[in-house]
Structure formats: C-alpha cells, structure tokens
C-alpha cells in the first residue's frame, strides 16, 4: 500500500466494513475516503452497506432488553462502561 494514495476497488471492498466501523489505521481510512470520491461503483456499495448498517443499528435500538443484561455485560467486561 502507498500512503495516501486511493485504493484499488478490490481493496476499498475489503476493507468497507472496517471503514463504516472506523477501526482502519488513519491511512487506510484516507485511502478508501479517496478511492469513494473518484469512483461510483465503489461509492454505491459503501453507501448501500451504510443504509444497511444504520436499518440494524435502528432495529436493535428498538429492542427491549431483558431486565439485568446490561449488568451482566458489564460485569463480563470487567465493570467498565461499554458506551465509554
């Protein structure tokens, strides 16, 4: 990988999930920022698995959860807050 310079589409593709989650480097996340600008094959995908990310996020938000979960999450995670 070049520094700073836009992926390929395969790479883009590859790295979309990591992308929408923000967990690539601060390189990576430039060079796919890059390769959505000029390229609209790619930028549809990445706009389509967006939509489809933010559908769940808003369906699970809509759940109730059991009474006691969000404890027993925390104490799995060592007490510390899993929004922090």
Not at 18 to 43: I, K, N, Y
């Amino acid at each position: 990988m070049n520094p700073g310079k836009p992926f390929t589409c395969d790479e883009a593709v590859a790295r979309i999930d990591d992308f929408l989650d923000r967990e690539l480097s601060a390189e990576e996340m430039a060079s796919v920022a890059a390769h959505l600008e000029t390229c609209a094959h790619c930028a549809q995908a990445f706009a389509f698995e967006g939509h489809v990310l933010d559908d769940l996020r808003g369906k699970l938000r809509r759940i109730d959860l059991p009474p006691g979960l969000v404890d027993k999450v925390r104490g799995a995670l060592g007490g510390r807050d899993p929004e922090a």
